[in-house]
């Protein structure tokens, strides 16, 4: 079993920052990329940004400039920095992460069960 956990979701103030943290836990070879998604009430879970196990990034639009994603390869862990935070960040954050579980098997998805970021104007 692979198990991903969040941290460092909460309130803050529109202009505010927060870091969000996931760590990668159980039977693990290696892990491919990493990224975090977000939901918000009503609306469809979207990509904020990913990160290659190399370093490559790729961010949403509308979270440039403001978030930056890093990883840990050693820790099996990936980060969020959320600067100048708006309302419209306000969501359920998600950790996902592609993992090859032994040398010979395949690759597969898994998901963090989520961590609040509410910001209020």
């Known amino acids: 079993q692979v198990q991903l956990v969040e941290s460092g979701g909460g309130l803050v103030q529109a202009g505010g920052s927060l870091r969000l943290s996931c760590v990668a836990s159980?039977?693990?070879?290696?892990?491919?990329?990493m990224g975090w998604y977000r939901q918000a009430p009503g609306k469809r879970r979207e990509l904020v940004a990913v990160?290659?196990?190399?370093?490559?990034?790729n961010y949403a639009d509308s979270v440039k400039d403001r978030f930056t994603i890093s990883r840990d390869n050693a820790k099996n862990t990936v980060y969020l920095q959320m600067n100048s935070l708006k309302p419209e960040d306000t969501a359920a954050y998600y950790c996902?992460?592609?993992?090859?579980?032994?040398?010979?098997?395949?690759?597969?998805?898994?998901w963090g069960q989520g961590t609040q970021v509410t910001v209020s104007s």
């Open positions: 996902n992460a592609n993992v090859k579980r032994t040398y010979y098997s395949g690759s597969s998805d898994y």
């Open positions: 159980g039977s693990i070879f290696s892990i491919n990329g």
């Open positions: 990160i290659t196990r190399s370093g490559s990034t």
